[in-house]
């Protein structure tokens, strides 16, 4: 059974940070792409960043230079480290992985950025 577990989400104010994992279990993790996605209220989920299982990495134009994407396969880990955070970026993150037609999706877990 392919499992995507998402954790470190939480409440934070503008210009914190916060780091978020997410650990699978069931796929052979190193030759997945791995990314992370958002869904805020209202609106459609979005890219935030990804990296390939060749650990290049991709970002929203918003979240460049505050974003951090990285990948540890011994640990099956997928990891975004997220610094200067604002309020926009108040969503539902979910953790994706893909290998060719194969797509897996995480639960999520929510961020809010509030004072």
């Known amino acids: 059974q392919v499992q995507l577990v998402e954790s470190g989400g939480g409440l934070v104010q503008p210009g914190g940070s916060l780091r978020l994992d997410c650990t699978t279990s069931?796929?052979?993790?190193?030759?997945?792409?791995m990314g992370w996605y958002r869904q805020a209220p209202g609106k459609e989920r979005e890219l935030v960043a990804t990296i390939t299982k060749g650990y290049s990495t991709n970002y929203q134009d918003s979240v460049k230079g505050r974003f951090t994407i990285s990948r540890d396969n011994p640990k099956n880990t997928v990891t975004l480290q997220m610094n200067s955070l604002k309020p926009e970026d108040t969503a539902v993150y979910y953790c994706?992985?893909?290998?060719?037609?194969?797509?897996?999706w995480g639960q999520g877990t929510q961020v809010t950025v509030s004072s």
């Open positions: 994706n992985a893909r290998n060719g037609f194969r797509v897996y």
């Open positions: 069931g796929i052979m993790f190193s030759v997945h792409d």
